[in-house]
């Protein structure tokens, strides 16, 4: 027989999930005879009575729970390997979910909420650079424990975020081609972000517009990772250059599919930067050593990164009551030889 779970008490009480969570958790404003209902139809259900004693009496499990979504880079890995090691620190299980489900994935992110509140966590991150519906955003901050935010998605006015900053840097780099006189530039986001183009896409093509680029955009080119973002990377580079469209510079999803992205325009016998400017994301170690030494764009330091979102949760974990301000780490433009002037003599038919 499947254990009992929380949605099993709120389907036999009628209440929501979310008044169940509050009650479970022993964390937020629930009526007496709510709560008393509740936790009656907890004993009759047999749900983890054990931690159930422990947790409505105040304890604590000295666990928290990590949610990621829409990350796939070097670096984002790095901003997770430092939260996780901050929390071992101080005595912290870190229980880590990866939510790969494309488009609205709000029902998704609730469930493994739920599933992490269910382990009675005392405090959970959401890390993603995804927009979330109305509803999901609701959950989270009504859950009844501590959440900070990490990326560049959370609650437009909460203080409990740990901002990436990369509007900035893309500003940088539109500046920066615009100056080596490019004027169309392909770019190759992964299908997560195609996914949604207003929050990702579209801000990046009104920067380059403001600086008279033309940022050029195909689904046929759109990374979907698979069997790995490199080969992923060079084969939509290798139908892009089949397809011949007229632009001088590739903007790609990361460093990783940038290795792709020089291996294809290599083998179609063209040259970096001569006849295509390649810029990737992430300042991946040993971006500085390809050929040429791949332009890009570096984040902040990870170990500050992943510390910040881990130290900001503990405070309110400690603190309930405490007031946090909102801190945010900017990306930078790193350039190197993988950008040059916009070729003249690149024509259609040489990338046939």
Known sequence: MPPVT????????GFSQMTVSRV?????????????RILEAVEQLGYRPNALASGLRGGVTQSIGLIVKGLGGSLATEHIRHLIHAAQEHSYLTYTFNIDHRGDDSDELIRVAQDLLDRRIDGLVVYRNMPASVKARRFLE????PVVFLGDWGPSRSR???????????????????????????????????????????PIQR???????????????????QPSIAEATYQAVRSFLTDGPDVTALMIINDVGALGALA?????????????????FDDMDGAGYCDPP????????????????????????????????????????????????????ASKSKRR
């Open 142 to 145: 009504s859950c009844g424990i």
């Open 160 to 202: 409990q975020r740990v901002v990436l900053d990369v509007k900035t840097s893309i500003l940088q780099l539109a500046d920066h081609l615009a100056s080596l006189k490019h004027r169309r530039v392909a770019y190759f986001p992964s299908v997560n972000l195609a996914d949604f183009p207003e929050h990702k896409l579209r």
């Open 294 to 345: 791949l332009t890009t764009i570096g984040g902040p330091d990870s170990s500050h990164v992943g510390r910040a979102a881990f130290e900001m949760l503990h405070t309110l974990i400690a603190t309930p009551d405490a007031v946090v301000e909102r801190q945010s780490f900017p990306f930078e433009l790193i350039v190197r030889e993988s950008t040059g002037p916009a070729s003249v003599n």
């Open 6 to 13: 929380s949605h099993d008490v709120a389907k036999a009480t």
């Open 264 to 280: 294809a325009v290599r083998e179609a016998g063209l040259s970096v930067p001569e006849d295509l400017s390649i810029v990737g």
């Open 207 to 225: 920067s380059f517009a403001k600086v008279g680029i033309e940022l050029v955009m195909d689904p046929k080119w759109w990374i979907k990772g």
């Open 24 to 36: 479970l958790s022993g964390k937020g404003a629930v009526a007496p005879k709510t709560r008393e």
